[in-house]
């Protein structure tokens, strides 16, 4: 009856895994973009230096790292609350085209269970720089987490934006 009822167990968990698992092959991409009236170099200049991002970016607590490739460095997010610790990401640098654009992805569980790439990509206007800038996730844990992803991750990005746009700007 136990051994009944522990394989019993064991095979929904599979199937629970394994639905996991195929459902993760689909991606999500959460895109903002914000107007710069700054030129790509500046803007390049305050996206790559990492170190002070949390000096003006309320939306960090804590970075350190240098953006260039194949870097890895650390992220620490903002609570929910004022005071709080957020998630924390030791990201590394996967693509990187100076003065255009850079991607980081931050890996849970060698990349099977999550991951989450940042893009930073700048694009010269009339009147200064369009930042585009965008998470992208995959990973068996999506499926849980899409909900909360595409309702949490918008506000963030674009007030990580807003604050990149008044430090470029000044």
Do not use: C
């Amino acid at each position: 009856m136990i051994k009944k009822l522990f394989l019993s167990v064991l095979f929904i968990l599979a199937v629970g895994v394994f639905y996991l698992f195929t459902q993760s092959q689909n991606l999500m991409e959460i895109e903002s973009e914000i107007e710069i009236a700054a030129p790509v170099d500046k803007v390049w200049a305050v996206l790559t230096d990492i170190e002070k991002w949390s000096e003006y970016n309320s939306a960090i607590n804590a970075s350190t790292g240098v953006a260039s490739p194949g870097s890895v460095h650390s992220v620490t997010m903002r609570g929910e609350n004022p005071g709080e610790v957020g998630p924390q990401y030791a990201p590394e640098i996967v693509s990187f085209d100076e003065g255009k654009s850079y991607r980081w992805r931050a890996v849970m569980g060698a990349g099977i269970i999550f991951t989450n790439d940042k893009v930073f990509e700048l694009i010269p206007t009339d009147t200064g720089t369009l930042l585009k800038h965008s998470e992208v996730f995959n990973g068996m844990m999506l499926p849980l987490m899409k909900g909360f992803m595409q309702e949490g991750v918008p506000p963030i990005l674009d007030e990580m934006n807003q604050a990149f746009k008044a430090e470029a700007e000044k």
